[in-house]
């Protein structure tokens, strides 16, 4: 994407988070990663290429801990991530409208920053991770969570190549904190939530219970939930398209 300039923000522990970003006019669209996630995948890049063509800015980052940003990704739980995406909206905030496209965790993240930011006044969550460590806790086995609880650790999977992002339980601990305050502050954003209905990482029923709990508490909030043949990824050619619909027209 032509125009984009790479940038560094200082986090509150002084390591940098690093991203990219295009200016643009009229709408800017921010891209937010999911767990364990770089900056640039399929999605970013393709909502790169669109807001180009629409003249619109871009963002995306990487969240300190992981990617190109500064940081060990042990020293951070949910409450940093938060602040990362905070940082990264400060600089957007004076500028055109944004929309904010989430992706799994970054859903989330997401949906949190839309309350707190005026500026943003649409969001797209693909696969949203609500709760997603508190839930965790409760799938894993008995005797696996009491381990995790009482060393503090636990890997994110069997997968060897996971070996190096250990969880602390303090990620379980803020995630049910969170998840206390996701309808605390209920802007009417405009929001579509998509999900797939093979989602075998972040199960569909997470986004149904979302929608029913804000549906009871703001029956008139601007949501649409969409539940789409596909699995967590959501990037075959369909979701690519509809993903485009959603956010360029």
């Known amino acids: 994407m032509s125009g984009l300039h790479s940038f560094e923000l200082a986090g509150l522990d002084g390591k940098l988070i690093r991203g990219d970003c295009a200016t643009g006019k009229d709408r800017q669209v921010l891209f937010i990663t999911g767990f364990l996630s770089k900056r640039w995948g399929n999605k970013s890049k393709a909502l790169a290429q669109w807001c180009e063509e629409q003249g619109w800015g871009f963002c995306c980052y990487d969240v300190r801990g992981f990617g190109e940003s500064e940081g060990r990704f042990t020293d951070y739980t949910l409450s940093d991530w938060l602040a990362d995406a905070r940082a990264v ?28 930011f005026d500026v943003v006044d649409r969001l797209v969550l693909i696969a949203p991770a609500f709760n997603m460590m508190g839930v965790r806790a409760k799938q894993i086995a008995p005797e696996r969570r009491r381990v995790w ?14 070996k190096d992002w250990p969880l602390s339980w303090k990620w379980v601990e803020e995630s049910e904190v969170y998840w206390q305050r996701t309808f605390d502050r209920l802007r ?8 797939g209905l093979q989602d075998t990482a972040i199960s569909p029923e997470g986004s149904r219970q979302f929608a029913e709990e804000l549906r009871q508490r703001a029956p008139a909030f601007p949501l649409e939930l969409r539940l789409i043949p596909g699995d967590h990824r959501l990037s075959g050619p369909e979701h690519m398209e509809l993903l485009h619909r959603l956010v360029v027209e």
Do not use: Y
């Open 149 to 162: 609880e009482s060393t503090g650790w636990m890997p994110w999977d069997d997968d060897p190549l996971h």
């Open 89 to 116: 909206l400060d600089l957007l905030k004076h500028g055109p409208p944004v929309t904010i496209v989430g992706n799994s965790l970054g859903s989330w993240i997401a949906w949190f920053m839309a309350q707190e």
């Open 188 to 195: 009417p954003v405009r929001t579509t939530i998509l999900h």
